[in-house]
T-cell receptor, first 112, second 116 residues
Framework: AQSVTQPDIHITVSEGASLELRCNYS??????LFWYVQSPGQGLQLLLK??????LVQGIKGFEAEFKRSQSSFNLRKPSVHWSDAAEYFC??????????FGTGTRLQVFP | EPEVTQTPSHQVTQMGQEVILRCVPISNHLYFYWYRQILGQKVEFLVSFYNNEISEKSEIFDDQFSVERPDGSNFTLKIRSTKLEDSAMYFCASSLQGGRSNQPQHFGDGTRLSIL
């Protein structure tokens, strides 16, 4: 079955610390992978995407993600978190149909 | 940067009533989508729309739901005879090409639908 798993429901980090949000997927075809961020009261903003090629992709706001086919993972990273990064982060997979399949999200809290 | 806009931001409706959620996709985009997110649950795909017809739909998208592009800019989701379980955040999205392409979907801010 096609699915996305985000094992961490809630993560808390200190401002300036590094961040890694985990995402694992199960998908029958070649996956297209995405990370979206949702700030309170707002919609889903695309952070970055992977379609093919270089497995390390750069996104907006200083985020990056690495596609590891052998681990079926697409983890999101940021070297130094800012208080404004506090939000909910969603990993999604698509590629052989129109629909995106989303994970349950990881809520990031940032302490000063 | 162009964006997807949705109205209203919050809709409160009595159970059994019909509701129409509205979206203005990004102007040069050709594919349009609706998703929903029930509180505390995943974002779920409802339907995709291209060239004035449904391209793909999920099992959630039954006869209670319909979509329409009534003019050159709006894309609507109609829910007939609303039920309590229709309460959710509904997201509209659009993309330049369909899901099998390397064009990402861009989402609006959502409409929170509350059924009383």
């Amino acid at each position: 079955a096609q699915s996305v798993t985000q094992p961490d429901i809630h993560i808390t980090v200190s401002e300036g610390a590094s961040l890694e949000l985990r995402c694992n997927y199960s998908y029958g075809a070649t996956p297209y992978l995405f990370w979206y961020v949702q700030s309170p009261g707002q919609g889903l903003q695309l952070l970055l995407k992977y379609f093919s090629g270089d497995t390390l992709v750069q996104g907006i706001k200083g985020f990056e993600a690495e596609f590891k086919r052998s681990q079926s993972s697409f983890n999101l990273r940021k070297p130094s978190v800012h208080w404004s990064d506090a939000a909910e982060y969603f990993c999604a997979v698509g590629g052989d149909t129109d629909k995106l399949i989303f994970g349950t999200g990881t809520r990031l809290q940032v302490f000063p | 940067e162009p964006e997807v806009t949705q109205t209203p931001s919050h809709q409160v409706t009595q159970m059994g009533q019909e509701v129409i959620l509205r979206c203005v996709p990004i102007s040069n985009h050709l594919y349009f989508y609706w998703y929903r997110q029930i509180l505390g649950q995943k974002v779920e795909f409802l339907v995709s729309f291209y060239n004035n017809e449904i391209s793909e739909k999920s099992e959630i998208f039954d006869d209670q739901f319909s979509v329409e592009r009534p003019d050159g800019s709006n894309f609507t989701l109609k829910i007939r005879s609303t039920k309590l379980e229709d309460s959710a955040m509904y997201f509209c999205a659009s993309s330049l090409q369909g899901g099998r392409s390397n064009q990402p979907q861009h989402f609006g801010d959502g409409t929170r639908l509350s059924i009383l």
